[in-house]
Structures are given as C-alpha cells and as structure tokens.
C-alpha cells in the first residue's frame, strides 16, 4: 500500500476532522522549534498548511513540501491571507526526492506522523537521506510519530465525529475502521464521511495507511541517515518519552 493514497480525498475534510481531534496542540512545539533554529525550515508533507502557516506567522522563512495538489490548494489559501513578507513557498514534490540544493535548510520538520505514510522501508531510507542531504551540518530534524501498533484497538465501522463542514455546507459524519497488517507493521484507517446536502447523503470513502515502527527501530534509522537522536518526548510540552504516551517525538541533529 502506497503511503500516499488517501490524501487527495482527505483534503476536504482534513482541517475539519483536525480540529476536532488535535486542535492546535502541536502548533507551539512547531513553532518554538522553529525559532530555536532560525534560518530557513523545511516542513516535510505540509498538507493544508496546519503547521506551516502558524510558523510563518512568527517569521521564520519556511518551505513546505507536500505530494497531494488538493492539499497544497488548502494551503495556498490560507498563505494569501497572509502578509507577503511572511508567506511560506509551498512546493509539490515527493518527499523521496526533494528538489532542494545540499545544505539548505537549518531545520526540517516531520509533523503527524509524515514519515510513517512511507510504508516501504526503501522509501523511509530515501527521505531520510535526503533530509540530511539538505540540512547544514548541525541542522535540527523533528519528527512526530503515530504510537507503535500496540497502542491501536482493531474496531469496524465507528461514528467517531459529527458536525458541521462548513458555514454553509451540511452535516458531516465521520465513521471509522482501524486494520492492521502486523507482519508489514501497517496501521490502515478507513474512512467514510457521510456528507448531508439537503436531501443527499454523499459517501466519501478512503483510506490512509501508516508504517508504524517501535521508537527503538525508528532511532536506529534516523541515526543511520547521518543524524544524531538528542531527545524522545512524550508529549508537546517536552517532557519525556514512555511507552505509555500518547505523542511519540523525536529530535535529533545532523551530525
């Protein structure tokens, strides 16, 4: 299963689903992050621009790189709104080959779980090379994980949220099921928003895929791409990792 399946149709009901779920929690570690570099950050998957726009808020030059042109349009919205000076670029690109000079970037972020949509262990080790290809010697990588596969109760066909879309859009549904593949360490969402327009039920149906790997395993990547692990956290205000916690975050720096 390709890792990027799923998010051209997720794209209209990401920012909806997001905020109901993980709201702007991460956003200040992100953008602390951010400024603690300094220099020019690269947001690996930036999506609908979640993370991206509040870091350019602060002023610090980003570039987002994202694969699904229906969730770089989201995006590109958002930065018009924005003041010229602060916008981020925002590039369609494979995260497997970025189309970035060596040693560009201060700084690279991994936000929600980006990393783990390569489900193939080639790709995990091209992006990772190429991440330490354009970070400058000492650069900072950040990297949010989904938890390990222990952490995910099978279930079939739950309602897990309800609302409005949009000001001027119907009621949505969202109804999940979570599979997985433990022999290839999949965790697969599938996802179907019923959607209520006057007296139409649209059914949107897709589904996103995640390699999820133990911390231990995801270290010994990271480190053997060029980079050394200088902290596992377990949660956005910094305190540290257990297996317990519900946010798994790495940090390590071009060594």
């Known amino acids: 299963m390709e890792g990027w399946r799923g998010w051209d149709e997720y794209a209209r009901f990401y920012d909806w689903e997001n905020a109901r779920t993980m709201g702007r929690k991460d956003v200040r ?5 951010a400024r603690r ?24 030059p ?37 189309p970035f000079e060596d040693r560009f970037f201060s700084a690279a972020m991994a936000p929600y779980g980006i990393l783990q949509s390569l489900t193939r262990e080639r790709d995990l080790q091209a992006t990772l090379a ?15 994980l989904v938890p390990d596969l222990p952490a995910w109760d099978e279930y079939r066909n739950q309602t897990r949220l309800r609302g409005r879309l ?21 965790t697969i969402f599938d996802q179907e928003y019923v ?16 390699r999820t790997l133990p911390l231990p395993q995801m270290v010994a990547r990271v480190e053997k791409a060029g980079f ?10 910094g305190h ?8 798994w975050l790495l940090l390590a720096v071009r060594s």
Do not use: N
Not at 134 to 139: F, K, S, W
Not at 241 to 246: F, G, I, S, V, Y
């Open 195 to 210: 959607e209520l327009r006057g007296r139409q039920r649209l059914r949107h149906r897709f589904s996103l895929t995640f």
């Open 62 to 98: 980003v570039v987002g790189i994202d694969r699904s042109e229906p969730m770089l349009a989201y995006a590109r919205r958002r930065a018009r709104r924005l003041p010229a000076a602060l916008r981020p670029d925002l590039v369609r690109a494979d995260i497997r080959s970025l």
């Open 37 to 60: 570099e300094g220099g020019t950050v690269l947001e690996l998957g930036c999506g609908t621009g979640r993370v991206t726009i509040p870091v350019a808020r602060t002023g610090i």
């Open 166 to 186: 949009g000001r001027s859009s119907g009621q949505v549904t969202l109804v999940e099921s979570v599979r997985q593949d433990r022999r290839k360490k999949l």
């Open 228 to 237: 050394r692990v200088t902290a596992a956290l377990g949660d956005y205000q």
């Open 29 to 33: 570690f992100w953008q602390d992050f």
């Open 130 to 144: 190429e991440v330490a290809r354009v970070l400058r010697p000492r650069g900072a990588l950040g990297i949010d």
């Open 240 to 247: 540290r990792w257990d297996l317990r916690a519900d946010v």
